[in-house]
């Protein structure tokens, strides 16, 4: 398959953030480059200025999934050129490399140097994440997409995937904005602002405060945001949030995403990307094949709980 003109081997791709494709390569060598459990790599995201990330604690686990309020920390444009991207140009898929500026110049710069990098096969723009002292989230309104776009897209002819948030008022006012002004793609969801108490002190527990939910608990979030933004633009969709099984991957699929991001469900299990990509291929040559099984399969079977 292709997305905006790059060879995919399956739909199936890792959530920025959520595999270090670098730690992996050292442990596992060429078995990694044997079963790379993903069709393309999205980076962690970038910053322009190197970054030590939020405060510990910066996990919390919930009943289904987790929240993280790591906080960007990453080595900056310039060691990320000189070190991270050689590596990472090794690996056996296509290179997504995630950026966030906390400013439209500090993008220009990032995109500018990403942009015409052979390594670099497109470039997600991070205006969605949580965790940032300001608490602004350019992806929350349309006007601020547009106007990044209006100075990012005339920098380089990649694909420029933006990365939605689930926070905004009205999610697909931003991908019709996002769309009007040259983005090549959209992904969705990034996590959602959430908040954890240390049950001893009744405090907050993460270092920040706050951070963003993720896993099965905003799948069906995810679904009705993929939905909305299909229903608002023509241009290909990254679809994630809390898949965890085929089933999931092609539920985002049929509510309009073209590939599907795994995130948190590689940290129980790094090889999940590759386990989910055959499961998404048996789902799909034989749909029927997922009637009465895990999520609403009860109602699916014909029983109603009581109450409902
Ligand atoms: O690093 C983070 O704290 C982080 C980022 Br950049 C993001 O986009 N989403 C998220 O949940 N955490």
Not at 20 to 42: H, K, S, T, Y
Not at 172 to 186: H, P, R
Not at 238 to 264: C, F, P, S, Y
Request: aromatic share 4%.
């Amino acid at each position: 398959m292709t997305f905006c003109g790059i060879d995919l081997s399956s739909p199936i791709l890792n959530a920025s953030g959520t595999f270090d494709a670098i730690a992996a390569q050292l442990a596992f060598g060429e078995r990694l480059q044997e079963n790379f459990p993903f069709a393309a790599f999205v980076s962690k995201t970038v910053t322009l200025a190197p970054r030590e990330g939020n405060p510990p604690p910066r996990l919390w686990e919930l009943p289904a999934g987790m929240i993280n309020s790591i906080g960007l920390p990453n080595k900056g444009l310039t060691r990320y050129l000189e070190e991270d991207l050689p590596r990472l140009a090794q690996l056996p898929v296509p290179l997504f490399v995630n950026v966030m500026g906390f400013s439209r110049d500090e993008l220009v710069e990032l995109v500018g140097a990403f942009g015409e990098r052979s390594e670099v096969a497109a470039v997600e723009l991070n205006v969605s994440c949580p965790n940032v002292e300001t608490g602004l989230v350019m992806g929350a309104d349309p006007w601020e997409v547009s106007k990044l776009l209006d100075r990012v897209r005339p920098l380089t002819e990649k694909p420029l995937i933006v990365k939605l948030t689930p926070s905004a008022s009205d999610v697909a006012a931003v991908a019709i904005a996002a769309q009007s002004a040259g983005a090549s793609a959209l992904s969705l969801i990034n996590t959602i602002r959430g908040m954890a108490l240390d049950p001893r002190s009744g405090r907050p527990w993460l270092g920040a405060v706050t951070g963003g939910v993720s896993g099965p608990a905003v799948r069906a979030v995810a679904l009705a945001q993929v939905h909305a933004v299909r229903t608002a633009v023509e241009i290909p969709i990254i679809g994630m949030g809390g898949v965890a099984n085929g089933r999931d991957a092609l539920n985002l699929m049929l509510a309009g995403a073209d590939l599907v991001a795994v995130g948190t469900e590689s940290f129980r299990d790094p090889a999940a990307g590759a386990r989910i990509a055959r499961e998404l291929a048996e789902a799909r040559a034989d749909p029927a094949s997922l009637a009465g099984s895990g999520e609403g399969s009860r109602k699916v079977r014909g029983f109603t709980p009581s109450g409902c």
